[in-house]
């Protein structure tokens, strides 16, 4: 699965288009828990594009691992 827990990703629509997220947690088939740069809420996966880059962290992780693990 192309959208697995620490996957960066770039949201291509919504307000925050253009910005950086991270997936914190896999709902189900169509949405994820994302956070980084964007509010942590739930996301359509159809609304992101991932990319190559993956983070370390656990399942859920806070607001506060996913800013550090991003920089």
Do not use: W, Y
């Amino acid at each position: 699965m192309m959208f697995d827990i620490g996957r960066v990703c770039v949201k291509k629509t919504g307000r925050e288009a253009g910005k950086k997220c991270v997936v914190v947690d896999v709902i189900d088939q169509n949405f994820v828990l994302i956070d980084g740069e964007v509010k942590r809420r739930r996301c359509n996966i159809l609304h992101l594009e991932p990319t190559t880059q993956k983070l370390d962290i656990k399942k859920g992780a806070s607001t506060e691992e996913v800013k550090a693990a991003l920089k």
